[in-house]
């Protein structure tokens, strides 16, 4: 797969935190997002594992409730901090052998999950990658009962790639839940 940025749609409004890139290039990162899920939610871990670069961070922060405090970015730890996950490419491909294995308890019988992405945007284009926010919704159910959604957004920095379209270098998973009720949080964002 051939992307290519032309840097001339590329105009940044300062009115507004994202960069307007053409309708091509919205739908290449919009199918790649998609891609992504589908991937997740037919259980071809692998095939995801292979939209990582060799250096990427996957880190899922805890959130902070703040009283009388109105500003998103104080909910937010900066780059250190406690978190769910924080994760390099050597531990995603052990978290993708567990999954592909059948004897990974806390996915035996394996989750069925549903991962809808939405309001992608463009936020900044630095040196070829491109900084990108998006939506989600995860619904998981396992066995007969157990039933999980999770809401949040990620901060993803991708980098063009021949051969996937592009390769997430680094991803911050913001789960709108300050306090997670899930028995394990076992299955991918």
């Known amino acids: 797969m051939t992307l290519s940025f ?3 749609a590329v105009r940044v409004d300062e009115g507004f935190p994202y960069i307007h890139v053409s309708a091509e290039q919205q739908h290449q990162i919009t199918q790649f997002y998609y891609h992504e899920a589908r991937l997740l939610d037919e259980w071809r871990w692998s095939q995801w594992l292979a939209l990582f670069a060799e250096d990427v961070r996957y880190w899922m922060p ?5 009283l009388r405090t109105r500003s998103f970015d104080f909910e937010i730890p900066t780059k250190a901090g406690v978190s769910h996950m924080d994760e390099n490419h050597h531990e995603l ?3 993708v052998k567990q999954l592909e294995s059948s004897t990974h308890w806390s996915e035996q019988p394996p989750s069925r999950t549903r991962h809808v992405v939405s309001n992608l945007w463009v936020e900044n284009i630095e040196d070829g990658e491109l900084t990108v926010r998006s939506y989600f ?3 998981r159910n396992r066995s007969e009962i157990d039933v999980d959604i999770w809401a949040g957004q990620r901060q993803d920095v991708l980098r063009p790639n021949a051969e996937t379209g592009y390769k997430i270098a680094r991803r911050t998973i913001l789960l709108d839940q300050a306090v997670i009720t899930s028995k394990n949080l076992s299955v991918p964002f």
Not at 62 to 66: A, D, F, G, S, Y
Request: glycine share 0%; hydrophobic share 45%; aromatic share 8%.
């Open 93 to 95: 491909a052990m978290r």
């Open 137 to 139: 919704i995860v619904y």
């Open 62 to 66: 805890l959130r902070r409730n703040r």
């Open 6 to 8: 032309d840097e001339a």
